[in-house]
């Protein structure tokens, strides 16, 4: 199937869905780099590699959409899944702040907690 020029039979065969690729050739006409049949080739081999990051082809491909990157590179995309996973890490690790009245938020309290509290009561 050609899409504005460029042959995407080489992202279906990348497991990369038609309508990503389709998005990925208008996202680099909307940044003005347009792309050639050659650099649309590799970066759709590029992003069947970042499969060893655990990643999609196509989500790889939807990443450098999202992020307004000119192409798909492994170690961008790399780096990016690096950061969302310490940013995960942090958010499940890093307590709570109490408030300042020394009460904890309903978040940080288990369900029981809340059914028997009678803090309310005094």
């Not at 780099?33 to 999609?56: H, N, Y």
């Not at 950061?83 to 938020?105: E, H, K, L, Y």
Request: aromatic share 6%; hydrophobic share 40%.
């Amino acid at each position: 199937m050609i899409y504005k020029k460029i042959a995407i039979n080489m992202a279906i065969f990348s497991n990369v869905t038609e309508e990503a690729a389709q998005e990925f050739i208008d996202h680099r006409i909307n940044i003005k780099k347009p792309l050639t049949q050659g650099a649309f080739d590799r970066a759709m081999a590029t992003a069947v590699k970042c499969e060893k990051l655990g990643i999609s082809a196509t989500d790889a491909v939807l990443m450098v959409v999202d992020k307004g990157w000119q192409g798909v590179t492994y170690e961008y995309i790399a780096a990016e899944i690096s950061r969302r996973m310490t940013a995960i890490t942090q958010a499940v690790t890093t307590p709570r702040i109490q408030n300042q009245d020394g009460n904890r938020s309903t978040r940080d309290r288990t369900v029981l907690e809340d059914l028997t509290d009678r803090s309310w009561a005094n």
